[in-house]
């Protein structure tokens, strides 16, 4: 069975910084993409980064230059350093597992079959 666990999360003052991790179980982790997905206030869920099995990384504008996905093959976990936090940056952040091994990494949420259970992120100014 596959399992995704996120940690992480909390209270963060804006300017500040958070480390989310994801471990993932029941699959050969290396062969695979993971993303993280966020999901504020009212707003619908949206793709933050991503990192693909062979280490390629894509992130939203939004994050671009403040956040950063990594990966610990050995560890079975994927990173996601945020740095710079915003309040716009509160939400439950997801992180996420495609069906299929071997793919590049997609925004799309219909990409992805396995959800973690979320981690609160919440920035107050």
């Known amino acids: 069975q596959v399992q995704l666990v996120e940690s992480g999360g909390g209270l963060v003052q804006a300017g500040g910084s958070l480390r989310l991790s994801c471990v993932v179980s029941g699959r050969i982790f290396s062969r695979y993409t993971v993303a993280w997905f966020r999901q504020g206030p009212g707003k619908e869920r949206e793709f933050v980064a991503g990192?693909?099995?062979?280490?390629?990384?894509e992130y939203s504008d939004s994050v671009k230059g403040r956040f950063t996905i990594s990966r610990d093959n050995a560890k079975n976990t994927v990173a996601l350093q945020m740095n710079s936090l915003q309040p716009e940056d509160t939400a439950v952040y997801y992180c996420?597992?495609?069906?299929?091994?071997?793919?590049?990494?997609?925004?799309?949420?219909?990409?992805?079959?396995?959800w973690g259970q979320g981690t609160q992120v919440t920035v107050y100014s």
């Open positions: 996420a597992l495609p069906s299929a091994a071997y793919t590049t990494v997609r925004a799309s949420e219909l990409r992805y079959d396995t």
């Open positions: 990192i693909s099995w062979n280490g390629s990384v």
